[in-house]
């Protein structure tokens, strides 16, 4: 294990101590990140205007939660545990929601409550490197406002924002319930471009698998069935969540929006039974692997058979040739060197026939 992978295993494993005896409900970063500063924008809209803008205190996102408008807050940056804690407890949030809220290596999960409604899922994107990078993501349904907690800015959200800027589709007609599904759906459609990369991995290591089998290959095999088996992880329970929203009677989600969750539902359940197959296909990708690999075994082992089938005749033939006796008849005869010689090429001539007749070569 490299020296860079083995510290970063340390550091991952060193941050679970942060929360060693502390009590539930405490707030507590558990990620990667450097800490910084919270920042939060609002786009509060109705079915005639849409404004956006940044809150300049926790007041102005109380005052905009409590208006007339659907309010979409994002808070970005969960480092600033005191600020999550602050506006949490202003807006009167379960401190198991909040402690969730910042816990980044939690299980997608839904939790209902009297309120609101609190969501956890995983936000999957590519980097600039062709990378999949995981980020939590935490929605609360509340009365005509959905709050984001998300660990950075950058999202998969820009066609949501784009559609209630232009008022195409339906969500500025609708209520905060159908904003919270817009959401969910704007994360689990980014699935299937992570399904696309991986399909597109597994495609070229099968070519690579058939042209080109070394131990790299393998290698590159054996990353990709992690990778397969991380993203199966974090998208897996996103099915049992939505179902459970599908199935509330809380008042939050109106059934209008429930019958656009189960278009979420259907689109889990493919990308489930997709990552399913990606999983059989990389285990067959290594079974091939090996067998390609046993086969040039075999084919350079039957070469080297081949060639100490042909020699074992001549080196007979040469061994007892090279003896030292005087009694042996043909040491003294004129042409004896020569009449050896031809019976060890017409030796290997014959043998090379027979090789050939019996599809050895």
């Given at each position: 294990?490299?020296?860079?992978?083995?510290?970063?295993?340390?550091?991952?494993?060193?941050?679970?101590?942060?929360?060693?005896?502390?009590?539930?409900?405490?707030?507590?970063?558990?990620?990667?990140?450097?800490?910084?500063?919270?920042?939060?924008?609002?786009?509060?809209?109705?079915e005639t205007e849409v404004r956006s803008y940044r809150p300049k205190n926790i007041q102005e996102i109380l005052d905009e939660k409590n208006s007339n408008h659907v309010s979409w807050i994002d808070i970005s940056g969960l480092t600033d545990e005191a600020f999550v804690?602050?506006?949490?407890?202003?807006?009167?949030?379960?401190?198991?929601?909040?402690?969730?809220?910042?816990?980044?290596?939690?299980?997608?999960?839904?939790?209902?409550?009297?309120?609101?409604?609190?969501?956890?899922?995983?936000?999957?994107?590519?980097?600039?490197?062709?990378?999949?990078?995981?980020?939590?993501?935490?929605?609360?349904?509340?009365?005509?406002?959905?709050?984001?907690?998300?660990?950075?800015?950058?999202?998969?959200?820009?066609?949501?924002?784009?559609?209630?800027?232009?008022?195409?589709?339906?969500?500025?007609?609708?209520?905060?319930?159908?904003?919270?599904?817009?959401?969910?759906?704007?994360?689990?459609?980014?699935?299937?471009?992570?399904?696309?990369?991986?399909?597109?991995?597994?495609?070229?290591?099968?070519?690579?698998?058939?042209d080109h089998p070394n131990p790299e290959v393998a290698r590159k095999i054996q990353d990709l069935k992690k990778e397969v088996m991380k993203v199966r992880r974090v998208i897996s329970p996103v099915k049992e969540m939505v179902g459970r929203l599908i199935d509330t009677?809380?008042?939050?989600?109106?059934?209008?929006?429930?019958?656009?969750?189960?278009?979420?539902?259907?689109?889990?359940?493919?990308?489930?039974?997709?990552?399913?197959?990606?999983?059989?296909?990389?285990?067959?990708?290594?079974?091939?692997?090996?067998?390609?690999?046993?086969?040039?075994?075999?084919?350079?082992?039957?070469?080297?058979?081949?060639?100490?089938?042909?020699?074992?005749?001549?080196?007979?033939?040469?061994?007892?040739?090279?003896?030292?006796?005087?009694?042996?008849?043909?040491?003294?005869?004129?042409?004896?060197?020569?009449?050896?010689?031809?019976?060890?090429?017409?030796?290997?001539?014959?043998?090379?026939?027979?090789?050939?007749?019996?599809?050895?070569?």
């Open positions: 294990m490299g020296k860079k992978k083995l510290q970063g295993k340390i550091k991952k494993a060193s941050r679970f101590l942060r929360k060693k005896g502390k009590p539930p409900g405490t707030v507590t970063y558990m990620g990667m990140r450097d800490k910084e500063a919270s920042k939060v924008s609002i786009i509060s809209y109705n804690e602050n506006l949490g407890a202003q807006l009167h949030l379960n401190t198991l929601i909040l402690e969730d809220t910042v816990n980044v290596n939690i299980r997608p999960k839904v939790d209902e409550y009297e309120d609101y409604i609190f969501a956890v899922l995983k936000m999957l994107y590519l980097d600039a490197a062709d990378e999949v990078v995981i980020e939590q993501v935490a929605l609360v349904l509340v009365k005509d406002a959905v709050l984001v907690f998300q660990e950075v800015e950058m999202d998969v959200f820009n066609a949501v924002r784009e559609r209630i800027e232009t008022k195409s589709g339906r969500v500025r007609r609708m209520g905060a319930d159908y904003l919270f599904f817009s959401l969910m759906d704007a994360i689990v459609d980014n699935y299937f471009v992570i399904l696309e990369h991986i399909s597109a991995k597994v495609d070229h290591l099968e070519d690579e698998v058939y009677q809380n008042p939050l989600i109106t059934k209008d929006t429930k019958l656009f969750l189960r278009d979420i539902l259907d689109h889990t359940i493919e990308i489930n039974e997709s990552l399913q197959i990606y999983r059989e296909m990389i285990m067959s990708l290594m079974e091939m692997y090996m067998s390609n690999m046993s086969n040039k075994m075999n084919e350079v082992m039957k070469v080297l058979t081949i060639m100490a089938s042909i020699f074992i005749p001549l080196t007979f033939i040469a061994g007892i040739y090279g003896m030292n006796f005087d009694n042996m008849p043909e040491l003294h005869s004129k042409n004896g060197y020569f009449v050896v010689w031809g019976v060890m090429i017409a030796i290997f001539i014959g043998m090379m026939f027979y090789f050939k007749r019996r599809r050895w070569l």
